[in-house]
């Protein structure tokens, strides 16, 4: 086992649980600022406005925790600096990228930059349509089984490795449930950005057949069938910290920034959804959060939208609205609690990378524990995708020939 990840994994892990009061709490569910955060903190919070917190956002992670740690009190990180591999250029030919837009191919070549070049045959899980699979292929080409439980997209994914003689076979399942085994021991085995469950069956799976190399960007940790999260490795599994969903959706709520349509309709959607919290906190027995489910998001360009909604959500929560809401005086509530819910996840924000870098020295871990030797890096710039972590694996009994680099 690593002990420089292992040492780094203990720092990280008591700074955390010492400072869960700021980070660990689901922002959405309070009117107010925490009561439980120091009145100095509180205090110069209800002093930042909308522009105060549009530049406080602006500013990079370390910016961030100088600018904060007073406030907050110590934050006694480690020091944490995995390698980044430098940008490469892959002159790739159009049929290669035709269909692949913007930051999705710059991700695609920095993540196939980035991997060991083995001889071993390629498993590709999650594949789509197998974008990742083709681009590796062309760079190092090796037999390649595609996994994908969408048949449309096997479908098509088969028929363009077919149309550029490409030795990549797809197999239409869903590897979650399959009963079959997917992984085997002489494997190179490549996912870029499986969501929770999926690429954690995955490290499970290639433990069990001792899967010689793999390659894996994990993303969004908490989509997950279980409540609570469990730790993968041994050493996690000692840890204070108790993970619900929520918990974990703060690993990944850092993005780049979305186009100026979709942003505004987040926006819409989120105070719609305080609005109704606000409604029923007032008219229910219930004084406390409630979650609302998914709703139509069409509504949110609808004219009528927003009554729509509100009739939708007050039939969710089973209550009666009175005829006579004083909507000019909900939207100056929910306007104040808006820019509360901005405070207190600018505080929490603060402690986004380092949830994210427990989660995946977790990963990183658990694969030392099961004989793997481990390398973290960051494949791309945070620009190109913030989940830009990237874990390389290769097993104890891994023979490197004269062509492999790892």
């Given amino acids: 086992m690593s002990n420089h990840l292992v040492k780094l994994f203990v720092e990280l892990d008591t700074a955390l649980a010492d400072s869960q009061a700021f980070w660990n709490i689901q922002a959405f569910e309070y009117q107010h600022l925490p009561k439980q955060w120091p009145k100095p903190l509180r205090d110069w919070l209800s002093q930042q406005g909308e522009s105060d917190l549009d530049c ?10 100088r600018h904060l740690e007073s406030l907050v ?10 390698p980044k591999i430098a940008n490469a250029e892959i002159d790739l030919p159009f049929w290669i990228t035709n269909g692949i837009k913007g930051r999705k191919l710059d991700q695609l070549q920095q993540f196939c930059c ?7 045959p390629r498993l590709e899980w999650c594949a789509g349509k197998g974008h990742l699979g083709r681009i590796a292929y062309h760079i190092n080409p090796q037999p390649t089984q595609s996994l994908e439980w969408d048949d449309q997209l096997c479908l098509e994914g088969a ?31 490549l996912a870029l950005h499986a969501c929770g469950d999926l690429h954690t069956h995955l490290l499970k799976q290639a433990c069990a057949t001792q899967t010689q190399v793999l390659s894996i960007s ?24 108790r993970l619900s969903r929520k918990s ?20 819409v959607e989120l105070l719609w959804r305080l609005s109704a919290d606000e409604l029923q906190r007032k008219y229910s027995l219930e004084k406390n959060y409630r979650p609302l489910a998914s709703f139509p998001k069409q509504w949110l360009s609808q004219e009528q939208g927003f009554k729509k ?6 039939a969710h929560y089973r209550i009666e609205l009175p005829s006579d809401i004083n909507f000019s005086e909900l939207e100056m509530t929910v306007k104040l609690r808006r820019i509360n819910l901005r405070r207190i996840e600018l505080i929490q924000h603060i402690f986004q990378r380092e949830l994210e870098t427990w989660l995946i020295l977790d990963r990183a871990i658990y694969l ?17 995708s913030p989940r830009n972590f990237l874990i390389n694996a290769k097993h104890i009994s891994y023979k490197q020939g004269p062509k492999h680099e790892f």
């Fill in 114 to 120: 980035a991997i060991p070049r083995t001889e071993l």
């Fill in 309 to 314: 909604f509100i009739q939708w959500a007050a």
């Fill in 368 to 384: 030392t524990e099961h004989n793997y030797d481990v390398v973290v890096q960051h494949f791309c710039d945070f620009e190109i």
């Fill in 73 to 82: 009190g110590g934050l006694n990180f480690p020091r944490v600096e995995f």
């Fill in 159 to 189: 028929q363009l490795a077919k149309q550029h003689n490409m030795d990549i076979q797809f197999q239409n399942c869903d590897v979650l449930n399959s009963e079959v085994q997917l992984t085997c021991s002489q494997q190179h085995v």
């Fill in 218 to 241: 994990p993303c969004c940790y908490h989509r997950i069938q279980a409540s609570d999260y469990r730790p993968l490795s041994q050493l996690a599994a000692k840890s204070q910290l």
């Fill in 248 to 267: 974990l959706k703060l690993a990944v709520q850092q993005s780049v920034t979305s186009g100026k349509r979709t942003q505004r309709l987040r926006d």
């Fill in 56 to 65: 406080l956002e602006s500013k990079t992670q370390n910016q961030k925790v």
